[in-house]
Nanobody, 128 residues
Framework: QVQLVESGGGLVQPGTSLTLLCAAS????????VAWFRQAPGKEREGIAY????????YYPDSMKGRFAISRDNAKNTVYLQIDGLKPEDTAVYYC?????????????????????WGQGTQVTVSS
């Protein structure tokens, strides 16, 4: 079992940067692939960034490449998401997720149903 708690969200200005944190407890993140998803009102949950368990390789959907960066500090058992160049359309609840994968591909990593553990989400609101 692993528990995830996101933090770092808030009201921010367009064009600024923000780093979200996902603190894990109950188990080491070494055993899990981790990911960030977001969900805006009325929208489906969409993947932002993924990181494999084995070697920390990162994957990003094409639409997310460039402005997002996922990382993790295993010593702190924490996952991070750096967002650059924030835009109003980035406004959403951001979720951290963890799951165990066999063969991990960007397609499998991008499926929310493949993740067993989720945080409560942190709200990011980008003003215009």
């Amino acid at each position: 079992q692993v528990q995830l708690v996101e933090s770092g969200g808030g009201l921010v200005q367009p064009g600024t940067s923000l780093t979200l944190l996902c603190a894990a407890s109950g188990d080491t993140l070494d055993y899990y692939a981790v990911a960030w998803f977001r969900q805006a009102p009325g929208k489906e949950r969409e993947g932002i960034a993924y990181m494999t368990m084995s070697n920390g390789r990162t994957y990003y959907p094409d639409s997310m490449k460039g402005r997002f960066a996922i990382s993790r500090d295993n010593a702190k058992n924490t996952v991070y998401l750096q967002i650059d160049g924030l835009k109003p359309e980035d406004t959403a609840v951001y979720y951290c997720a963890a799951g165990r994968f066999g063969i991990a591909t960007i397609l499998s990593l991008g499926r929310p149903d493949r993740y067993s553990y989720w945080g409560q989400g942190t709200q990011v609101t980008v003003s215009s």
